[in-house]
């Protein structure tokens, strides 16, 4: 009898206890604050990278079958790195630099080539590549079932000096 009490106890506070909410994803104390609840919901699809690689590409272009000849420098920059969650697939991310653009195109991954696209203004340039050369760099992409997407450049947490 006594231990059919305890048991029915221990199954009455179980059963009063809320129903844990989804995991947050990893690194999500790297995420801004969500006013709007756009990520109320645990997300689709995460993919996290630690880059451990980097190279610079600065394009010359010259469209010749065009008049005028427009003359194009495309700035981006390839990271390659691993993966740190469990189920991501991404192996690269292509950053562009856009100087004309009043705005950006939306974060994009790609399960076949395993590749996330990321845009950012030309003047993150600096920010970006300083960031690469003297700190360990996270790169995050998440999508929610509501269609908002986050992605982003983040460095672990750092001590002041």
Known sequence: ???LIRTCAALALTLSL???A????LHSQF????DLTLRAEAPDQQQLLQVTEYAVVVGNQRQSSQQPIPVTSPLMIRLKGKPLNKGATIS????SFDA??????KPVYDDKSKALTLS???AQYRVIVD????????VQFLSYANGHIWADLHTGAVRAK
Do not use: C, F, G, H
């Open 1 to 3: 009898m006594n231990l």
């Open 18 to 20: 809320p129903l844990a």
């Open 22 to 25: 989804a995991p947050a994803p």
């Open 31 to 34: 995420l801004p604050s969500d």
């Open 92 to 95: 690269q991310v292509v950053l």
């Open 100 to 105: 004309e653009s009043k705005s950006l195109k």
């Open 120 to 122: 950012y203004p030309v």
């Open 131 to 138: 960031l690469l050369r003297n700190d360990t760099v996270y």
